[in-house]
């Protein structure tokens, strides 16, 4: 993920410590250079601290403006240190449509930071893969609930090891969501997690100098084993030869063809209504 940055220093520290070895920050030394990076860069993520050239409102001016654009491009977080003239530029902000908002001391923790940036960054891989599963989960009515337990399953992946913690997310039982995926012709919830967590993997492990310790350590597993046997699941190879011979186009083809997407079954009429019906890929 590139992130561009525009912070006071002890902000932009803060941020490089919650951002790891695998992003890549470029930080603006004026507003004009942030616009120009957010206009001209693929970031995924803008992070802007309203108060980094100082207080006054003749300084913040500028800065309000200049983030409100970069809103317009990608996804921007406000992070910035709790002062009268920090407030009023977050105020303003959020009258405008800004959603995140990050507060230095309160919720900067670096894994906690880390998990709201790859949440709502802008679309990635997960995107490529989210769109025709949640498309399949619509064609079949699956409540919403579902739909966006799977959509902060691809987001945040490392907040989910299991079936259960899914299901939970989603306000069901297992068994209920599973029956949901199966409707849609997916994979049971327990694929649909390692192949969210295996899709994580294959971008970590893109990144040069982290080992397959280290990405184990960033998905919170507890041994590299039960993440080379994920990634054996999902796509039967080993996740550095994969990762390094295997375009993104081919990684998201490879994960939506294992959910069940690239072998969907027709519609029947089912009760008076549309529905898939038939067991779905990967055992539960």
């Known amino acids: ?21 695998e992003y890549r920050l470029l930080a ?24 980094a050239d100082g207080q006054d409102e003749s300084r913040t001016a500028p800065a309000i403006a200049a983030i409100g654009a970069a809103a317009a491009v990608t996804t921007v ?16 902000l959020s009258a405008s449509g800004i959603r995140h908002f990050v507060l230095s001391g309160v919720d900067d923790e670096p894994s906690r930071f880390r998990e709201q940036l790859e949440m709502f960054r802008a679309p990635g891989l997960e ?9 399949a989960l619509g064609e079949v009515r699956a409540p919403p609930s579902v739909r966006e337990a799977l ?75 039960t993440l080379v046997r994920h990634v054996r699941e999902v796509v039967g190879a080993t996740l550095p030869a994969w990762s390094a011979t295997t375009p993104a186009a081919a990684c998201v083809a490879q994960i939506t063809a294992r959910l069940g997407l690239g072998t969907r079954r027709p519609l029947y009429l089912v009760g008076g209504s549309e529905r898939r019906v038939g067991r779905a890929i990967g055992g539960r």
């Open 127 to 135: 995107e490529e893969v989210l769109a025709p599963v949640l498309a």
């Open 77 to 92: 977080f406000v992070y910035a240190t709790i002062t009268p003239a920090a407030t009023r530029a977050m105020l303003a």
């Open 151 to 225: 959509r902060a399953l691809f987001r945040a992946p490392r907040r989910y090891e299991t079936a259960e913690q899914l299901a939970d997310a989603a306000g069901v039982s297992r068994q209920y969501l599973n029956r949901c995926l199966a409707d849609a012709g997916l994979v049971p919830a327990r694929v649909m997690v390692a192949a969210a967590r295996v899709l994580r993997a294959y971008q970590y492990a893109r990144v040069p100098g982290l080992t397959i310790a280290d990405v184990a350590a960033r998905l919170r597993y507890a041994d590299t084993r």
């Open 28 to 51: 603006a030394d004026s507003w004009v250079a942030f616009r120009h990076l957010v206009r001209s860069s693929p970031a995924q993520v803008a992070v802007a601290d309203p108060c």
């Open 1 to 21: 993920m590139l992130i561009v940055a525009r912070l006071a220093p002890a902000l932009q520290t803060r941020l490089r410590i919650a951002a790891g070895a």
